[in-house]
């Protein structure tokens, strides 16, 4: 069966600090890979999504960016982290565009 | 992240039927959304509810918050084909703290 994880479940950083969100999906092979956030009181917003190696398209400009250096990894990073990055992020993914899309368990991060 | 409850899994209806998904819980929400997700797509934002027993209404689909606000409706009247896709209820229990519904797939057959 596939299954989804991404780490860490909850960060703490500082304004101004680096970022790493990683997400890795299992038991599938070439998925489409998401990147949403859920600011507090406000609906999911896709961030990246990827349908393959090295290939990522940004839905909204921003401070983050991300990468996917294997089929099956999903990296969400930011070189100086915002105040208002605070947020949900949830990676996710899906077998192919016809398919829906299934959510990993989620990282709180929060920017002090 | 646990889940929300949500009723049926699946549902096949002709068109012009009327239908109604439920999402449960045991937790009290600050707020519930609806999504619809559609294949190939992210999920789209339908109505976000944050007082118990607030009921919204957009065009034929009306939503309503439990009293309690541990749970959630959704109504569809008079269903047409583009109503199709997955419903997902998502309730937030303060900040940054996420629950999932387990979705409900709906067809609506012309």
């Known amino acids: ?112 | 992240t646990q889940l929300l409850e949500q009723s049926p899994q699946f549902l096949s209806i002709q068109e012009g039927e009327n239908l109604t998904v439920y999402c449960n819980s045991s937790s009290v929400f600050s707020s519930l959304q609806w999504y619809r997700q559609e294949p190939g797509e992210g999920p789209v934002l339908l109505v976000t509810v944050v007082t118990g027993g607030e009921v919204k209404k957009l065009k034929r689909l009306t939503f309503q918050f439990g009293d309690a606000r541990k749970d959630s409706s959704l109504h569809i009247t008079a269903a047409q084909p583009g109503d199709t896709g997955l419903y997902l209820c998502v309730g937030e229990a303060g900040a940054n703290n996420l629950f999932f519904g387990t979705g409900t797939r709906l067809t609506v057959i012309p």
């Not at chain 1, 859920?38 to 393959?52: E, K, N, T």
């Not at chain 1, 990894?73 to 299934?102: E, H, T």
Request: proline content about 6%; some cysteine; aromatic content about 10%.
């Open chain 1, 1 to 112: 069966s596939q299954t989804i994880h991404q780490w860490p479940a909850t960060l703490v950083q500082p304004v101004g600090s680096p970022l790493s969100l990683e997400c890795t999906v299992e038991g599938t092979s070439n998925p489409n890979l998401y990147w949403y956030r859920q600011a507090a009181g406000r609906g999911l917003q896709l961030l990246f999504y990827s349908v393959g190696i090295g290939q990522i398209s940004s839905e909204v400009p921003q401070n983050l960016s991300a990468s996917r250096p294997q089929d099956r990894q999903f990296i969400l990073s930011s070189k100086k982290l915002l105040l208002s990055d605070s947020g949900f992020y949830l990676c996710a993914w899906s077998p192919n565009r016809d398919s829906m899309v299934l959510f990993g368990e989620g990282s709180r991060l929060t920017v002090l």
